[in-house]
DNA sequence: AGGTATGTTAATTG
DNA sequence: GCAATTAACATACC
């Protein structure tokens, strides 16, 4: 789940409510989340805080309080923020619950491979991560600069999130199917109109995808999303879908209309 | 019971 | 140094 776009609707749930709000109290009910500090500490640096904006940086989303102070959440797999009245109780597997004056941020998380971390801002943290460019709104001369500078093949080329943040395995392989690009095609010496065509469907499937609400059943019939699974056929020209695997992750994409050259 | 899963990272190999 | 592969992480779902 918890690609971009996932996360951008997470980011626009999240700025709607918070801002303005308040930390009573912060606990952390799974410590190992919580990257190189103790829950004690996650807690001091919070409490008593306000909220001053939520933003997102690929995958990354950020809770800015004033003065900069920066609680940064990452989904891992099954990660998930949500905002409780005051008086709803906790959902399953909540992992972190931030009291405010009104109302309560909880982030539920059942397979427990998120991240929570402090950072004094938002700057501070991503360059701690070594986080690319979000892959959002990434114009195409930068594009074509940074596959030039890769020798990567393209699916991981835009997996790797200190290339470009954002994009997983899933949106991968929507925006190759997409572009009409081999997963495995080396992301350096595509023609001009394939870097346009990359980048175009690159904004375009995350655009389109948030304004779904990152929900599969909201976007287009086109989406190869839809068929992601054995014995499904390509939704352009009818042929088989094809499954690789490149890394431990697996790849789909259409044989047909994604050649490795050309 | 066994296979699968959308993320990241460290270790290993070429 | 870079890129690709594999295992590990922890748990739910079918």
């Not at 996932?6 to 626009?12: A, D, G, W």
């Not at 909540?94 to 402090?118: E, F, W, Y």
């Not at 709104?137 to 393209?154: D, I, M, Q, T, Y």
């Not at 081999?182 to 346009?196: N, T, Y």
Request: proline share 7%.
């Amino acid at each position: 789940m918890p690609e971009l776009p996932e996360v951008e609707c997470f980011t626009r749930r999240l700025q709607e409510r918070l801002p303005g709000r308040c930390v009573r109290s912060l606990r952390v009910t799974a410590p190992a989340m919580l990257e190189g500090l103790t829950p004690g500490a996650c807690a001091r640096a919070v409490t008593g805080r306000c909220v001053k904006r939520v933003t997102r940086h690929g995958k990354h989303l950020l809770v800015v309080f004033e003065q900069d102070t920066t609680l940064a959440l990452h989904f891992g797999l099954s990660g998930e923020p949500r905002v409780l009245a005051d008086g709803e109780t906790a959902p399953p597997h909540t992992r972190l619950a931030l009291v405010l004056d009104r109302g309560c941020l909880v982030v539920t998380d059942p397979r427990k491979l998120g991240r929570i971390a402090v950072a004094e801002s938002p700057a501070a943290y991503l360059d701690a991560h070594g986080l690319g460019p979000d892959a959002l709104g990434l114009s195409a001369v930068r594009l074509g600069a940074l596959l030039e500078a890769s020798r990567s093949g393209l699916k991981s080329f835009l997996m790797n999130q200190s290339v470009l943040a954002g994009i997983g395995n899933v949106y991968s392989d929507e925006i190759l199917f997409q572009a009409r690009l081999h997963p495995r095609r080396p992301a350096a010496g595509l023609s001009a109109g394939a870097v346009r065509r990359l980048h175009r469907c690159l904004d375009r499937v995350l655009a389109t995808a948030i304004a779904a609400g990152a929900d599969p059943d909201r976007m287009p019939g086109r989406f190869l999303i839809h068929y992601r699974h054995p014995g499904a056929r390509c939704p352009r020209c009818g042929g088989a879908l094809q499954r690789l695997t490149v890394g431990s992750r697996h790849a789909w994409l259409c044989p047909r209309c994604q050649p490795q050259a050309g």
